[in-house]
């Protein structure tokens, strides 16, 4: 066999395999951006229920008064996703409950991880929502962070997101904080 031939062939073969790499690579981050960060960890998905979804009454979280307000919308956040950190600026946007819309909707925080941690990394990212702190997700029904659920008065699920959202999504989501439009 000519060694230029053995040369040009081992250099197709390397090229397509670098290809191949490259076009797994990429579907694999695209895979990872649509979908949801895993809280809890994957050996406890399993054990999760498929999800809160809207009709479902959402469990009861002392505390938290879902009546005083026509709405709540409830941002189910975890410290350590990277989802929620990148999804920061749209929080930001959100109404704080000190605005006009507090007397309509209620924004609230709870995480898996402790209050002071949940505490501290809101304070880090400048928002200023009511945190509960050490909330069993599982039990709630939330399989992944970060999830937002729009509560009616009586606890009702209105809307549901889940991972990092869209613009189109983040429309929807402020629309139905200021409206209350599902």
Known sequence: ????????????????????SCVTATALLIRSRTTVSSYPPRALASTIPSGIARGDTFPAIEGIKLDATDRTLILALNTGCHFCEESLPFYRRLPTNKSQTAKRTQILAIFPNETDEARKFLTA????FPVFGGQDFAK??????????????????????????????????LSAVASGTY
């Open 125 to 128: 990212a400048k928002l200023e």
């Open 140 to 173: 709630l029904r939330i399989a992944g962070t970060p999830t937002l659920i729009l509560l009616n008065r009586d606890g009702k699920v209105q809307s549901v997101w889940r991972g990092e959202l869209s613009a189109s999504d983040q429309d929807k989501v």
């Open 1 to 20: 066999m000519d060694v230029n031939k053995w040369r040009r062939n081992l250099e197709i073969v390397t090229n397509l395999a670098v290809l191949i």
